[in-house]
């Protein structure tokens, strides 16, 4: 485990040559995002950041935005209006900023919610979450990727289900949409398979050689995901739910503030590639064994531990399966 006060003290060492000088956060105007965009911006150092939230938002972000802002005059901080969910949007969204920055720093993506009440399909024929969980995610990677290869030192971090992995995916039903496929634990195990084999995937390319990969399960942070999108009134409406869940999060969950912490710690830290500080005595090995660079599969106390032989196991028997069809249902969007 990294503790809090290592991480703390590691974060408190960034500076002007070392913080992401540009990053995107999709998924920043709540959560996770959040935190993480406001312990960033706390450094003081010179930052661009790009938040990506739907329209509506907005007006609910220009208080928070504004005093980031105050806090750290060296911020430019830009709303981008847009619904992740769906595909084309995401395209326009990240051509967008792809033609204002030619090097981005951090790509940080954390859109999404627990789907505990039912399957939703977008406009695109997609399920939502998956659609922001896993196929928008690798979108604006692919679109940003020329950006981000420009960098000094780029990183992807992706927040879900990091090193949990499960050992069966449903590679037949990708999208999980014939007849009892679908399930909300059952779509969240296929969805964290799914980002692993195509983050490894791209990791591996040589022309990626300089990007960092982490994907992490952030653990209990009380986000308001689990119980966003229930529909009531029922046994499992949000205010049963609600309670239920709180008392796991004060004695077993992290803080807003602590989350904010050991998630800039993964988006900075040279433990996981790049130049930024290191905390002393941390050896986060990828997957593929190399240290530096490459893809990190994380826990909630930011250790980059994973089962070798599940992970091995569904890159041998699944990963050219799962990219090949995820290129199909994305091609129209690149």
Not at 65 to 82: H, M, Q, T
Not at 256 to 262: A, F, H, N, V, Y
Request: aromatic share 8%.
């Amino acid at each position: 485990m990294v503790a809090i006060k290592q991480i703390r003290a590691c974060n408190a060492q960034l500076n002007d040559e070392t913080v992401p000088r540009t990053a995107v956060f999709v998924g920043g105007t709540s959560g996770i995002g959040k935190a993480t965009l406001q312990s960033l911006v706390n450094i003081g150092s010179p930052v661009r950041a790009y938040i990506v939230g739907r329209a509506s938002t907005e007006s609910a972000m220009k208080p928070f935005l504004d005093e980031l802002r105050a806090s750290n005059p060296k911020a430019d901080l830009i709303y981008v209006p847009g619904d992740v969910s769906l595909l084309a949007e995401v395209k326009r969204i990240s051509l967008d900023i792809k033609s204002r920055e030619p090097t981005v720093d951090l790509l940080f993506l954390s859109a999404g919610y627990a789907p505990l009440g039912g399957r939703i399909d977008t406009s695109e024929g997609l399920e939502v979450t998956m659609a922001l969980q896993y196929f928008g995610r690798i979108l604006m990677t692919l679109h940003l990727l020329p950006s981000l290869r420009a960098a000094a030192s780029p990183r992807v971090v992706t927040v879900l289900s990091g090193n949990l992995l499960h050992p069966s995916l449903n590679v037949d039903d990708m999208t999980l949409e014939k007849p009892g496929a679908w399930g909300g634990i059952r779509s969240q195990t296929q969805v964290g398979s799914l980002t692993n084999l195509a983050l490894d995937r791209l990791a591996a390319d040589p022309a990626n050689a300089s990007l960092s990969f982490t994907h992490d399960w952030p653990g209990a942070v009380d986000t308001g995901n689990a119980y966003r999108h229930w529909k009531g009134p029922s046994l499992w409406a949000p205010l049963p739910l609600t309670a239920l869940l709180k008392p796991i999060y004060w004695i077993m969950g992290y803080s807003l503030d602590e989350t904010g912490q050991r998630h800039l710690y993964l988006a900075t830290s040279g433990d996981f590639g790049g130049r930024g500080p290191k905390v002393e005595g941390v050896h986060a090995e990828s997957t593929s064994g190399r240290r530096g660079g490459g893809l990190y599969l994380l826990d909630h106390r930011c250790d980059a531990k994973f089962k070798k032989p599940v992970f091995e196991k569904l890159r041998d028997s699944a990963q050219e399966r799962v990219w090949t069809r995820t290129m199909e249902i994305l091609e129209p969007f690149l």
